[in-house]
């Protein structure tokens, strides 16, 4: 859906099979003003291995944006007139709002890439390449670029491009990230709210998915039992710790420190008799 006939709208998303590769595929649909006189262009990209689902709808606004450039640098005359275009995204998390803000962008750069907690912000690369890649394209269009959310239904076309990129392209390993371990999750509860948690307690988790988050690793888990049960979890520690909490496996763990999007646990570790 259009809602501005003078601006030029990219339809983006990614696609990714939850095997043993992470195969994924990005896709994205062009479209131009009626007055431009241009056809949509559709294309898509893939196989990418090793990937994630956020990293592969990064990677798709950064092939659009570039897409974007090089018809700019063919038929600039004929595109005069745009001065916005819009980059539509189904992922709230990368909209001009959240991650892929410039200012938030800019800051996180002058931290050395972390949170206002300390914390290392996740696909920092691809965010930086993604910024960049946008400050190239408005200053060569002369054009105001946003990216904008709309819900999944209104991106079925980038949808579908991302599906057969993922199916038909050759293989490609730029979003692979070394070490990142993604196992069968026992249950398909949706992220806690951490502030139900309170410090000290303990939980009783599975490990199902490890990914290295700068110098530090990121470990996501899900609660095997009582009133939090199925909820999942994501759990900051360094190398040490995370070579412990081995996918796959269940564990006693108590939380040390609640923070707004992940916990901190205590070192000491105890493997539930139950785990496989």
Partial sequence: MVTDPHAMYIFCDGAMDYDSKN?????????FPDSVGLEPIPISIGTYRG????????????QAMKEVLDIFKKRGRQLSSINQITFVTDRFGL????????????KWRSQNWKNFEGKPIKNHKLLDELD???????????????????????????????KKGKSEGIQINKLAKPGEKIGKRKFDGAEI???????DAKLHINVFRKDPVQKEWEVWVEICDGILKESKLKIYTDDIL?????RGNEFIIRIK????????????????????
């Fill in 23 to 31: 195969s994924g595929g990005v896709g994205y649909l062009i479209t």
């Fill in 257 to 276: 420190d609640i923070l707004i999007n992940h916990i901190i646990i205590y070192r000491t570790l105890k493997k539930n008799k139950q785990s496989t």
């Fill in 242 to 246: 995370a070579a412990k909490l081995k």
């Fill in 95 to 106: 909209c001009d709002s959240e991650k892929t803000n410039a200012y938030k962008i800019q």
């Fill in 132 to 162: 960049k890649t946008r400050k190239k394209l408005s200053v060569y269009a002369r054009s105001r670029i946003n990216i904008e959310f709309r819900p999944r239904k209104q991106n079925r076309i980038a949808d579908k491009l991302a």
């Fill in 193 to 199: 709210k951490y502030s139900k948690l309170v410090k």
């Fill in 51 to 62: 990937g994630n689902i956020e990293r592969l709808e990064i990677e798709a606004l950064i």
